[in-house]
């Protein structure tokens, strides 16, 4: 699968955080920029929760900011 695909919803592509630093089809670099748009979205739901807008499922944040950490590590 292309990145730009994967990066327009990695939730619809991988179904945990932790599941991206295991594709080996991305280096660490794409791996990190699909983390880094998860997250952007999974703040956007939160913030559209907290005006009582929720979305179609939770997002999981703790999730992947520890996958981010672990990938930093890494390097």
């Known amino acids: 699968m292309r990145l730009d695909a994967i990066l327009r919803d990695p939730s619809a592509v991988y179904k ?7 594709d080996s089809n ?34 999981p944040l703790d999730e992947i900011l520890a996958a981010k950490k672990k990938l930093r590590s890494r390097r």
Request: glycine share 2%.
């Open 16 to 22: 945990r955080p932790d599941d991206i630093l295991q």
């Open 26 to 59: 991305l280096n660490d670099d794409e791996k990190l920029e699909v983390l880094e748009q998860w997250e952007f979205d999974a703040r956007e739901l939160q913030v559209a929760s907290d005006e009582n807008m929720p979305g179609q499922q939770e997002a």
